[in-house]
T-cell receptor, first 114, second 113 residues
Framework: GAVVSQHPSRVICKSGTSVKIECRSLDFQATTMFWYRQFPKQSLMLMATSNEGSKATYEQGVEKDKFLINHASLTLSTLTVTSAHPEDSSFYIC??????????FGPGTRLTVL | SQQGEEDPQALSIQEGENATMNCSYKTSINNLQWYRQNSGRGLVHLILIRSNEREKHSGRLRVTLDTSKKSSSLLITASRAADTASYFCATGRGLQGAQKLVFGQGTRLTINP
């Protein structure tokens, strides 16, 4: 089956630093990937749609300069949380969309900003 | 943006019993999907039901969709301790190849041995 990986699975950083999270589709290509954020005991909220070779599309209320998305290849999208603050602490989940199929989700990255 | 609502928010039952979770949504959809999430983990896709379907089965799972009421239900029969997880419905809009999913608030299901 389709496998999506995320790296790192868990990261702790100091306030003001930047953190990069990778999302990879391991056995398929995905021109479209999605990034979600999930706060404790809450639902997933779509942050942005990552399109290979073009700019990401951000949902309303999501700062594109704070959450930088790069989809440089058909198997890799990265999310960089710039100048992270404690309120950015969350569970970040990506998904990849193979053509003609449903989204496959990564295992998530737990970000803790001190 | 559209947000699905699920009820109950939390459900605790005995192993072997059936568990029913409901999901309501607000706008027209192409399909509705159900996902499971174990604590602190990613999502596992359970089942997709298209807007022109009324019922779908997969193993111990049964999903219904009522587009006139904009609601769906997920039934898990003969529950097991391993079914303990959060369950989310998600509605999809747009073309298959570029659809965005909007998730409901989820139901936290606990199966007591």
């Amino acid at each position: 089956g389709a496998v999506v990986s995320q790296h790192p699975s868990r990261v702790i950083c100091k306030s003001g630093t930047s953190v990069k999270i990778e999302c990879r589709s391991l056995d398929f290509q995905a021109t479209t990937m999605f990034w979600y954020r999930q706060f404790p005991k809450q639902s997933l909220m779509l942050m942005a749609t990552s399109n290979e070779g073009s700019k990401a599309t951000y949902e309303q209320g999501v700062e594109k300069d704070k959450f930088l998305i790069n989809h440089a290849s058909l198997t890799l999208s990265t999310l960089t949380v710039t100048s992270a603050h404690p309120e950015d602490s969350s569970f970040y989940i990506c998904s990849a969309l193979p053509v003609g199929h449903e989204q496959f989700f990564g295992p998530g990255t737990r970000l803790t900003v001190l | 943006s559209q947000q699905g609502e699920e009820d109950p928010q939390a459900l605790s039952i005995q192993e072997g019993e059936n568990a029913t979770m409901n999901c309501s949504y607000k706008t027209s959809i192409n399909n509705l999907q159900w996902y499971r999430q174990n604590s602190g983990r990613g999502l596992v896709h359970l089942i997709l039901i298209r807007s022109n379907e009324r019922e779908k089965h997969s193993g111990r799972l049964r999903v219904t969709l009522d587009t006139s009421k904009k609601s769906s239900s997920l039934l898990i029969t003969a529950s097991r301790a391993a079914d303990t997880a959060s369950y989310f419905c998600a509605t999809g809009r747009g073309l298959q190849g570029a659809q965005k999913l909007v998730f409901g608030q989820g139901t936290r299901l606990t199966i007591n041995p």
